[in-house]
């Protein structure tokens, strides 16, 4: 199974920007789907964004939408969280994960092989 490891997080200002890294152990990281989800204390792991194997299809939860872009480097067993204009609703861990199934779904039931996760935090 794929080992993932998150980096990048921090803490950063309002309006500030941040890129998130995950790298992906093993030969078949370009056969799976990805994803970024985030949790903060209490409450639920959330979807963030995903990208399909090829990255040509990537969905992002609507809070994200126009701030967040998800790619990703097959050659180099990659995938990125590029977070613009981040506000402290943003703050949490971030986590990375592969896709159990073809399909991108935002639950976090449909993905394995999650990291140990990336702190970001958002100051006002």
């Known amino acids: 199974q794929a080992q993932l490891v998150e980096s990048g997080g921090g803490v950063v200002q309002a309006g500030g920007s941040l890129r998130l890294s995950c790298a992906a152990s093993?030969?078949?990281?370009?056969?799976?789907?990805m994803g970024w989800f985030r949790q903060t204390p209490g409450k639920e792991r959330e979807f963030v964004a995903a990208s399909s194997r090829r990255g040509n299809t990537t969905p992002y939860a609507d809070s994200v939408k126009g701030r967040f872009t998800i790619s990703r480097d097959n050659a180099k067993n990659k995938v990125y969280l590029q977070m613009n204009s981040l506000n402290p609703e943003d703050t949490g861990v971030y986590y990375c994960?592969?896709?159990?199934?073809?399909?991108?779904?935002?639950?976090?039931?449909?993905?394995?092989?999650w990291g140990q996760g990336t702190q970001v935090t958002v100051s006002t």
């Open positions: 994960a592969r896709s159990r199934d073809i399909r991108l779904g935002d639950r976090p039931g449909e993905y394995e092989s």
């Open positions: 093993g030969r078949t990281f370009n056969l799976y789907g």
